[in-house]
């Protein structure tokens, strides 16, 4: 199969981006990363193979084979991606590649490291597609999706602000944001809500204020903002400069809401996430054994708490390590057979399988809301529901999901 | 021979052996040196070598020859990918049919656009031509790929898909990914050789074999009447009409010409690797195909080609240097030692590497004007004067002061 | 009926009537010189028998043709060169290929696509452009660029890419200025013996009346944007009008 | 009637900022015809001047809190800047509160001296050069300014807020029978905007300055022979320019959080606005600006999104291709600049 | 007479009597093009200079390295003005302490009007004829006062280009080929200009390729070939001796 190690490294590739507006989730990503590696070969204090519930990783690398690793700078451009990850399987002799900070991104890996042979476990990526149409039988994703922000946002929401809610959609008009919107739309509708506008804003769209001044006269008393990255914080911001937040609207309080939140956005909008609700994968602030010990590792090391990127690919780091573990091979179809379906503990989000016929974990989703009074600059978000797995669970063959099929594993040359 | 000056022909003959001979030539280091990570021979990188390669010559008969700054250029490199891959979904993974209509509807995109924009020159054209490319990018990248008419598959690049049609393709007998009548373009022959690992990909000699024929056409268009023509609109259009000669025609071939280099650079681009994002199209990548050009020398036959080397070396070499590749590098100083070269390094490697490029740029253009090749050629002349200063310093009667 | 008819042209530039109602009829194959006070609209008369103005009124036939509304390139292929007043010339590119280009207008017509054809094999333009650039006593410079020339140099390089065209109607527009005497000597020489070798007819503008009256058949006086008198050099010599308007007292005929 | 006032504001406001950068810009390659791409990064220095402030502003000394925990588990360090123990909790907080109308006065010394130390140490080698070097040396620069802040300030937004006092909604034309709801920030913006193109139109109006820049660039040489020291004015201007540049960056930080690419996303867009505005002209840049800015905002409602889809796209490009083929020369550019 | 002068040992300041302007061994490059190649000569106070020669042969090369532009760039060599040392100089610098040129291809700048183009000249010191008398002189400019220079006509412009020069209070004036393209009523016109301005005390060097012309107006002539001088002294030696005006000057 490609790139069989043969050695006595073996070597992954880290393909995050580097340059562009994501550099920093992509740093932290990398730190993940380099954490990871130096608790699979038994440097550090272990971190979560401690809590991790496979015991087959015991610190000496994988395999007996010390891990290496290259890094490359997806820039968040599918091109570029490629070409890093190429450079990594075809220079490099990575086994697997990891990474990237949007879904265009990882699916663009995806498909390729399906083509070349080699195994991808998903970085940060967010849309449906990711496992949905877009599915490959070489990629993994362990973080969770825009359907199961919508499943777990829509309750809280609806206990919170009411069922009699009508929301005004604006949307990042790419894939994600096309995923993201229909999937909160569909679970807010569910329960009573309504949905009066739906916007698309340009992907370079800097300034907002043309998209947020019509919503008051909309008869909105909700807006969703389907934006990530600098999209969401400007957005945001716009929405509250022109005082969205202090409006009265159908004789209720106007509200907005940020299905997917990240630590590191959340500090970029500063004082004006106070008290918005959202999604996130993870959050440092768990307390379950997993967390704590990841967040102590992370902590003691850079001195301050690990994203919930970096969460997602230290945490896939390890489950392609103990896949390879348990397999006894790099061989992608082997490694693939022994995550598919595999359940597991002690990573953080509780009990969590990964689903063999989408390649998709499932797992706890956490609620959060932007903290009133923070205590320090990463104190930001506060966990208002961990909602458990069942209340996020869909069927394989769901509409939103539909289209693509997983094909075959392909071990390459 | 083949219609060429003695001069270019060994221009044309050095390149070919440089291009064959790629694999060896690029990577010097054994593979488990340290200084391995300078290798540049492995297939995705050299692809883009020619590749881009191609793109930049095209670009130069347009810039370098007519002074017409296309800053849209990139628009014609998209619609190329996404022709191939249509092919490719349509009709099956051979590349041939993907190539040959890139070419084509690039060249059909290209004289729109070019009858369009060539109302006007100077900067005026310049920001036509961006804002058509722009256009195109907002257009692939959201409105195109809508669920209802889904022609580019917006941001996540268009595909081919298990369900698509691919008529003439046989899974049975033919690689599932490009190739050319069965041979994959990802076919590799690895071939170890002491330390050193060479890496002989189909793709890569596909697109160096297609580069050396647009190398070659170029020489012929720079050394032809109409190549010339091209240089008198840089200099005067004036004098030009003035003296019988239509310049719009000549300038609009430049045009498509040019496009259509720009769209087989993206054919080939889909050919060795079937995925086709918007942001081929966005205006960095055309400004990219600019600096390329600039860098190596506008209106040289080979600066182009050099300067896309240069700009694909860097975002591929250099942005894979981290931290950890330093300290290993290094691991032979002592300890301080070892970790003030690294901080000393750090900014400008890695996710540093957009500076070391930004630097490169100022120091090029500041004192190698006339880009990568007239650098090179004034220090081969700096070097052949002071030998022959040398050689006749005693005899020079220099007036006395 | 001359090969050059302009009828009652007039131009307008905003406030300023640069030509009215200008008649004029060159003979074929005759030496028409156009003098008058500066800023009397001779360049501004040649610019609209060339196409590079419109006149307002008016027409400009050449050969029995209309030549409004048609490009400059049109205009020129019909058999018009202009040799302008500040040199216009290729400044990037070699005296020889300055020379060559006017050859290749000439050969192939106003475009042709030839991209695979190679320009050193074009042997009948380049030993055209050789036999000129010989003939104006520019061949030693032949691999200079243009730019870098002298201006005198300059002026001389575009009259023989001019002629280089075979043109039927020669416009100059000052040929002579800024050439030392020696060379203006020649160009005369060389105008001359083009004119009696070649079916041409010369229309000229200049200052110098030793030139002008070295070649002109007929003269005709601009003053205001009006011709003055037409006549033949001897006459105009004479005439106190023009004296007073524009040879001014001090100057002796040549 | 109500929400079309309010795409005429928000038009205002958009084009406030395109007319600012375009003023600058064209101070720049309009009128010295330099091909500067690294005016963008002018733009974002200005925005980080206010960054920078707030940070001096924040110098903060740590006190070990003993009730609240950090992340780790370990007694809290809680900061308390200086500026607050220097001039007490309330002014301290309120001198923090306005630190991007100070970072004005910051930014102005500053930008200058940037434009300056440009000018004098690089852009001067490239006025006879092409313009396509000078892309490429003005390109490199501003990647390498780009990538300095981000190596200081990292890749994300930072907030700059508006002071409290004015970062409220402004309630506009209740007399008359509106009910326009505005921030007060963006209306401030437009003000400010106003005020900096007035400036730098009076200046070059009713000097000779202007002038002689234009002549300048059109024939250096000749403007030497007459006894003008062009060098020195050239300087100047890119003063100028680098300074109207950063104030458009500081004053927008409220608006819009700065990061560290915040440049290279306004930088095409200003250069189709300055030639859309016509080169050489700097109304011409202004007028453009805030036309390209209010058709931008009313191609983003949801009329124009539907009536014709991904409109909001491409409205500015659009735009600019009609201007420009039916204006030779944009709206209002001068004959010879550039056009070759 | 003095057909090739040596002046290899420098010129011996004594021996003349002091010079206005002094040029001494001037040496120009125009990149690797060596074009002035070694020429030294004075002017004196309220003398017209005639500098003439083929096409080619430096003239106005020579010029512009006196006015400092740069380009030809001057290698070595002194040139004096007054007391001031030029060659120290930059063309602004020079033109501040009183140098003018009339540029061969008049050189009007584009997008100004006829009149801002003589502002421009009057916004350095020291200021010359004021725009009233420059009109005087060449009512054709009072004229088109608010027309763009470039549109003019060729005569018009040459006659802005010599007002322009004018309208700054100069002590040297250098011709480049002023009677270029102009009407001969207009050339007498300026020949008695520059004749007015000589008896107020202005200096000149004329560069003009009606040789006869010039050597009548002019005091002394210095005649170029290839880059160097070929002949030094006085306007009617030139005039007089028909051997040289034959191989230099074809005339
Ligand atoms: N584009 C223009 N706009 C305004 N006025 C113009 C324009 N072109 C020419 N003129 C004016 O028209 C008049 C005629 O100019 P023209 O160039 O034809 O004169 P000319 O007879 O060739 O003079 P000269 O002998 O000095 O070259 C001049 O007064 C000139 O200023
Ligand atoms: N920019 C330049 N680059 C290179 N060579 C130049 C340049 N300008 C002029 N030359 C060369 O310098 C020499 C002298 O030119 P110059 O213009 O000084 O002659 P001139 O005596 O003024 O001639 P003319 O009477 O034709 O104006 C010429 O051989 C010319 O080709
Ligand atoms: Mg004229
Ligand atoms: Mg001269």
Known sequence: FTNEPTGSSVTLGFNVPQTGPYADEGADELRAYELAVEHLNGGGDGGMMNTFSSKSLDGSGILGRKVEFVTGDTQTKSDAARASAKSMIEKDGAVMITGGSSSGVAIAVQGLCQEAGVIFMAGLTHSNDTTGKDKKANGFRHFFNGYMSGAALAPVLAARYGKDRRAYHLTADYTWGWTQQESIAAATEALGWQTVNNVLTPLAQTDFSSYVAPVLNSGADVLVLNHYGGNMVNSLTAAVQFGLREKQVNGKDFEIVVPLYSRLMAKGAGENVKGIFGSTNWHWSLTDEGSKAFVKSFGTKYGFPPSQAAHTCYVQTLLYADAVQRAGSHNPCAVAEALEGFEFDGLGNGPTLYRAEDHQCFKDVLVVKGKDNPTSEFDLLEIVEITPRAQVEYAADHPMFAGGSLGSCNPGA | MLGLNAKDMSLLIVVAILTMCAPLILNPFPADSAMAQFNAGYPDL????????????????????????????????????????????????????????????????????????????????????????????????????????????????????????????????????????????????????????????????????????????????????????????????????????????????????????????????????????????????????????????????????????????????????????????????????????????????????????????????????????????????????????????PASTEPAE | MGILEVKNVGKRFGGLQALSDVNLSVAENTVHAIIGPNGAGKSTLLNCLIGKLIPDTGSVSFDGQSVLGRKPFEICQMGISRVFQTPEIFGDLTVMENMMIPGFAKRDGAFELNPMQRLLAQKDVIAHAEHALEDMGLADKRHMNAASMSRGDKRRLEIAMCLSQDPRLLLLDEPTAGMARADTNNTIDLLKRIKDERDITIAIIEHDMHVVFSLAERITVLAQGTPLVEDTPDNIKGHPKVREAYLGETQEVA | MDAILLQVLNGLDKGSAYALIALGLTLIFGTLGVVNFAHGALFMIGAFCSVTLQRILNASFETISETEKDFLGNPLKVKTPYVESWFGPEVGASIIDWSVPLAILFAIPIMIAIGFIMERGLIKHFYKRPHADQILVTFGLAIVLQEVIKAFFGANPIQTPAPDALSGVAQLGEGLGLQIAYPIWRLIYIAFALLIIGGVFAFLQFTTFGMVVRAGMADRETVGLLGIDIDKRFTTMFGLAAAVAGLAGVMYGPINAPNYHMGMDFLVLSFVVVVVGGMGSLPGAVLAGFILGILEAFASTTWATTTIPGINQIIIYLVAIIVLLTRPRGLMGKKGVMED | MNVKPDFSKGINHAETAPAFLSVWDMHAYYGESYIVQGISFNVHEGEILALLGRNGAGKTSTLRSIARIGDPQVTHGEIWLDHQPLHKMSSHEAARVGLGLVPEDRRIIPGLTVEENIKLAQIAPPIGWSIERLYDLFPRLGERRNQEGVTLSGGEQQMLAIARALSRDIKVLLLDEPYEGLAPVIVDEIEKTLRVIKEQGMTTILVEQNAVRALQLADRAVILDTGGIVFDGSASEVLENAELRAEYLAI
């Not at chain 2, 046989?170 to 050319?180: K, T």
């Open chain 2, 46 to 393: 050299m692809q883009k070598f020619v590749i881009f390669g191609i793109f930049a010559i095209g670009f130069n008969i347009l810039f370098g020859l007519t002074g017409y700054l296309s800053f849209g250029h990139a628009a014609f490199l998209g619609v190329g990918s996404y022709s191939c891959v249509w092919m490719f979904k349509l009709l099956g993974y051979n590349v041939l049919p993907g190539i040959a209509l890139s070419v084509v509807t690039s060249g059909l995109f290209a004289l729109l656009i070019g009858l369009i924009t060539l109302r006007r020159s100077g900067i005026y054209f310049s920001i036509l031509t961006l804002a058509f490319a722009q256009m195109s990018f907002a257009l692939a990248y959201s409105v195109l790929s809508n669920p209802k008419f889904n022609l580019t598959n917006g941001e996540t690049g268009l595909q081919v898909y298990a369900n698509d049609p691919q008529w003439f393709h046989n899974s049975e007998r033919l690689p599932d990914l490009p190739h050319i009548f069965g041979l994959s373009m990802r076919a590799t022959q690895k071939v170890s050789v002491g330390g050193w690992e060479f890496q002989f990909n189909t793709g890569y000699y596909l697109c160096a074999f297609i580069m050396l024929i647009c190398f070659y056409l170029a020489i012929r268009i720079f050394r032809s009447p109409f190549g010339m023509m091209l240089r008198a609109v840089k200099s005067n259009q004036q004098r030009m009409n003035y003296t019988g000669l239509n310049s719009r025609p000549y300038t609009l071939a430049a045009f498509v010409i040019s496009g259509m280099y720009a769209g087989l650079a993206g054919g080939l681009l889909s050919a060795v690797d079937p995925l086709a994002g918007a942001e081929r199209m966005q205006w960095t990548a055309s400004g990219e195909v600019v600096l390329m050009t600039i860098l190596g020398g506008a209106g040289t036959l080979i600066g182009p080609v050099l300067g896309a080397g240069l700009i694909k070396y860097f975002e591929n070499i250099f942005s894979k240097i981290n931290d950890n590749v330093l300290h290993g590098w290094f691991s032979f100083l002592p300890d301080g030692m070892e970790d003030l070269m690294v901080t000393l390094i750090h900014p400008f490697v890695g996710k540093g590497w957009h500076l070391t490029l930004g630097i490169i740029f100022m120091l090029v253009v500041t004192f190698l004007p006339g880009g990568l090749v007239e650098g090179g050629q004034r220090i081969g002349r700096m070097l052949s004067r002071k030998k022959s200063k040398e050689a006749d310093s």
